[in-house]
C-alpha cells in the first residue's frame, strides 16, 4: 500500500500536479504557483513558495492576512485582476521579496511599507496620480521602476525621494507636464517618459544622471532638444514632438551618443550633425526636410530620412559615408538621383526609394546591395546598365511602376536574386514576357507577378498563372522553331546575317 502511495505521488508530480495546491492554481514546482480567475489570494499556498503569479482575477483588496505564510516568496505578480487598494504594511514582512508587479490593476496610490529587499517594482497601467516622498523610502537596493499609463502629473525630488540606487525608470503614458532637478539617482542608466505633456525640461534636471546611457523623451510637446544633457549617453529619443530645429552644438560633448531618433517632428533642415563623431543610427523620417543634410557622421551606419520633401539625391550628399549599411529614402519627392551617388558606400546593402518620382532605376548603385525597392515611382523600363553590377541583390521591388517588358539580359546578372516583386506595372503579354519569368523561376527566383495590361485578348490575367496563355505562347515555339529550321535550310549561306526577333532571343536563352 505504501509503494502504490508513493507511486501515486511520484506520478502526479511528473504531470505537475501536485496534492497541495489550491482551487484555480497551478503549482508547476514547491517553488512556482499559478493561479488564474480567483477571488482572493488562495491560501494553502506552500510556505516553500518563491515566485507567485495571479493573473484575470477579481481581488479587490490585498491584506497582511494573505501572505503570513510566504516566508520565502522573492517574485510576486498579480496581472489585471481588479486590484484597487493595498492595506498598509501588506509586504513589509516579505523579506525575501526581490520583484512586485501588480500590472494593469486600479491602484490609486503606490502601496505603503515595501520591503527593504526589493530590487523590481512595476506598477503599470493603474491609477496613480501622485508620487509621495515616502514611498520609496528604505529601498536601497531597488534597481527597477516602472510607472507606465498611470495618471502622474509631475515630477520633482522636493515631492520624492528616488532610491540612489535606481537603475532604470520609466513614466511613459502619464499626464506630467512639468518635472524639475536635479534628481539624485547616480547610477541610473535608462529612463523613459514618453508620451506625456512635457514642454521643458530644465537644464538642473539632468546634473546627477552622469550614468545616464538610454534617454527617450518621444511624444511630448518639446520645441528643443534639452540641453545639458549628460556625457554617458548612448541613445536619444526625441520623435514626435515640436522640434523645428536641432542646435548640434549644443550636443557636441555627447562623445558616445550612437543613436538619435528625430521622427515625426517640424524640422525643415538639418546643420552640424557631423559634430556627433560617433553616431551610426539617425532617424528623421516623418518631417519637412527638403533637401539631404549637408554633412553627416562618417560613423554613420543607418540614415533614415523617409517621409519628407527630398527632391534630389547628388554624389556629394554621400560621399564620406563609408560604413552606411541602411538608407531610407521612401515617400519623398525624388526626381533627381545622380549616377554613382552612392557609389563611395561599400557597405550598403539596404536601399529604400519607394513612392518617389523617379523614371528609371539610378544608375551606378553599389554592388553590395542586398535589397532594393522601387515600388510606385514611374520606371518605364529595366536596362541591363542598371542592374549589372548588383551581385549580391536577393531582394528587388518593381511594384507600381510603368513597366511593360522584361529584359532578360537585365536580370541574368543577378545570380543571388530570390525575390522579384513586379505586381501593379502595365504588362504586354508576349510570350517572351513568359519565357522570363520561366528562366528566372529556373533559377530560383521567387516572381511575384500581375496582371495584363495588352493585349486586349489577354488583359486582366495573371501571366503568372493563366493556362491560356501558357498554351498560346507553347504553339508560338513550335511556329518558331519550325521557321528557324526552314530559315536555315533555304538559305544556309545568310544565317550569319539573319535577324532574330526578340522573341527568339529569349527562348535561346540557357539556363545557368
Known amino acids: 500500500m505504501h509503494l502504490l502511495y508513493a507511486f501515486l505521488v511520484l506520478l502526479s508530480l511528473s504531470d505537475g500536479f501536485y496534492p497541495d495546491c489550491p482551487g484555480r492554481c497551478s503549482c508547476d514546482s514547491v517553488q512556482l504557483v499559478q493561479c488564474y480567475r480567483v477571488t482572493e489570494v488562495p491560501s494553502g499556498i506552500p510556505s516553500t513558495t518563491k515566485k507567485l503569479y495571479i493573473s484575470h482575477s477579481k481581488i479587490q483588496h490585498l491584506q497582511l492576512s494573505n501572505f503570513t505564510q510566504m516566508l520565502a516568496l ?66 536601497k537596493k531597488l534597481k527597477t521602476l516602472e510607472l507606465k499609463n498611470n495618471l502622474i502629473s509631475s515630477l520633482s525630488p522636493s515631492m520624492l525621494s528616488f532610491p540612489a540606487s535606481l537603475q532604470s525608470l520609466m513614466l511613459d503614458g502619464n499626464n506630467i507636464e512639468s518635472v524639475a532637478g536635479p534628481l539624485a539617482l547616480p547610477q541610473l542608466k535608462f529612463m523613459s517618459m514618453e508620451n506625456n505633456k512635457l514642454h521643458l525640461i530644465p537644464a538642473s534636471f539632468f546634473t546627477f544622471l552622469q550614468s545616464l546611457q538610454f534617454l527617450s523623451f518621444s511624444g511630448n510637446f518639446l520645441t528643443r532638444i534639452p540641453i545639458n544633457l549628460p556625457k554617458s549617453l548612448l541613445s536619444l529619443k526625441m520623435e514626435r514632438n515640436q522640434l523645428k530645429v536641432v542646435r548640434f552644438r549644443d550636443m557636441k560633448h555627447l562623445e558616445n551618443l550612437s543613436h538619435l531618433y528625430l521622427s515625426e517632428n517640424s524640422l525643415t533642415s538639418i546643420e552640424g550633425a557631423q559634430l556627433l563623431a560617433n553616431l551610426t543610427t539617425l532617424e528623421l523620417s516623418q518631417n519637412q526636410l527638403q533637401m539631404l543634410p549637408l554633412r553627416l557622421p562618417v560613423r554613420l551606419q543607418k540614415l533614415d530620412i523617409s517621409n519628407n520633401l527630398i527632391q534630389r539625391v547628388t554624389v556629394q550628399d554621400f560621399q564620406d559615408l563609408r560604413d552606411l549599411k541602411h538608407l531610407f529614402l521612401d515617400n519623398n519627392i525624388v526626381s533627381l538621383f545622380e549616377a554613382g551617388a552612392l557609389q563611395k558606400c561599400s557597405q550598403l546593402s539596404n536601399l529604400a526609394l519607394e513612392q518617389n518620382l523617379l523614371l528609371s532605376i539610378p544608375l551606378r548603385l553599389p554592388g553590395t546591395l542586398a535589397r532594393l525597392d522601387l515600388k510606385g515611382n514611374a520606371i518605364q523600363d529595366i536596362a541591363e546598365r542598371e542592374l549589372k553590377d548588383l551581385k549580391q541583390l536577393q531582394v528587388l521591388n518593381l511594384r507600381n511602376n510603368k513597366i511593360s517588358a522584361l529584359d532578360l539580359k537585365a536580370l541574368e546578372g543577378l545570380p543571388r536574386l530570390r525575390l522579384l516583386y513586379l505586381d501593379g506595372n502595365p504588362w504586354n503579354c508576349t510570350c517572351s514576357l513568359l519565357r522570363a519569368r520561366e528562366v528566372l523561376k529556373a533559377k530560383g527566383t521567387d516572381v511575384r507577378g500581375g496582371q495584363c495590361a495588352a493585349p486586349a485578348e489577354r488583359q486582366g490575367e495573371s501571366w503568372m498563372s493563366s493556362k491560356k496563355i501558357m498554351r498560346q505562347c507553347e504553339h508560338h515555339l513550335r511556329l518558331t522553331e519550325k521557321s528557324k529550321e526552314t530559315k536555315k535550310k533555304t538559305k544556309p549561306e545568310e544565317h550569319s546575317s539573319i535577324r532574330i526577333n526578340i522573341d527568339d532571343d529569349y527562348y535561346d536563352y540557357e539556363i545557368d
Open 74 to 139: 522573492e517574485d510576486f505578480i498579480l496581472l489585471a485582476s481588479g486590484t484597487e487598494s493595498v492595506e498598509n504594511d501588506t509586504f513589509k514582512t516579505l523579506s525575501t521579496l526581490k520583484t512586485l508587479e501588480l500590472w494593469k490593476n486600479k491602484l490609486r496610490r503606490v502601496p505603503s511599507a515595501l520591503p527593504t529587499s526589493l530590487e523590481v517594482l512595476k506598477l503599470n497601467d493603474n491609477s496613480i496620480y501622485v508620487l509621495h516622498g515616502s514611498d520609496f523610502e528604505g529601498l
